[in-house]
């Protein structure tokens, strides 16, 4: 295995009261995926996991891009079947920790996100952007099908919009990527962090158990056929009822009407 980048803080975490943020730190690579970055993306998340006083997180990146996807380069200086599996086993594995956080993750695209930096954008659970940004799966300009960005692209957009992009490699707008449904919403520049803190400010306000058990619960149900996922929502939706902060929010709602 070749050497790769030891340097530090290419992933920072910060936390200001119930809202941690995660910014991708590699701005001279428009934050391109490299294993390093990957290893420190890992931890951070599992820091943030650990964390019950966190009930948002907010992912968000330095420079000029958002994500670039994998490092090119990395990739270059070593071509052997050791490394690729091991580089897209991490990369599968910060991906899905992303979804199992127990808290919602929203993504804060300000600059073009591609290949392995829109699967990030598909994988959070909320996702705005600049009215600029630019996004696309575009590895098979390369030579190289996106065949891991498609796993949640696929999920999140109809599958002829995914495998339009996935063959043409081109890049569609923000305001095309909120109407096919990869991000919530495309907003003026200037916007971006207003939205963006509004949207997490509404989410702390909520009952946080409610949203852990819920978070979990949607992406379980969305693997399932209809009746076991009916199943699955009953069994949960009867343990959120059992929480004291639901009984408290029923009654509390309850006594204001009279």
């Not at 340097?7 to 119930?18: G, H, I, P, W, Y």
């Not at 043409?168 to 916007?191: C, F, H, Q, S, Y």
């Not at 803190?197 to 619960?217: P, T, W």
Request: contains cysteine; glycine residues 6%.
């Amino acid at each position: 295995m070749t050497d790769v980048e030891q340097t530090s803080n290419l992933v920072l975490l910060s936390q200001t009261d119930a809202v941690a943020t995660i910014t991708l730190n590699r701005p001279d690579k428009f934050n391109a995926l490299s294993m390093e970055m990957l290893t420190q993306f890992k931890t951070v998340l599992n820091d943030v996991e650990a964390r019950d006083s966190v009930s948002v997180v907010i992912l968000e990146a330095n420079g000029r891009g958002f994500c670039a996807g994998h490092d090119l380069k990395e990739m270059d200086l070593d071509r052997s079947k050791q490394y690729a599996q091991e580089l897209f086993n991490l990369c599968t594995e910060v991906m899905l920790k992303i979804v199992h956080l127990p808290q919602p993750v929203i993504a804060k695209i300000h600059a073009t996100a591609v290949a392995a930096g829109c699967q990030l954008v598909a994988s959070c659970d909320l996702a705005y952007a600049t009215e600029t940004t630019k996004f696309g799966v575009n590895g098979i300009n390369l030579g190289l099908f996106c065949s891991t960005p498609s796993v949640p692209v696929s999920r999140t957009i109809s599958e002829k919009r995914a495998m339009e992009l996935l063959l043409t490699g081109r890049l569609i707008d923000a305001t095309t990527a909120a109407e096919w449904g990869l991000i919530n919403d495309a907003v003026p520049n200037e916007e971006l962090d207003a939205k963006v803190d509004e949207v997490a400010q509404a989410i702390v306000n909520k009952f946080s158990g409610a949203i852990r058990l819920g978070k979990k619960m949607f992406y379980q149900q969305s693997e399932l056929d209809l009746e076991n996922a009916y199943q699955l929502a009953a069994e949960r939706i009867v343990c959120n009822l059992m929480m004291d902060e639901a009984g408290n929010g029923i009654s509390n709602f309850l006594h204001k009407k009279k």
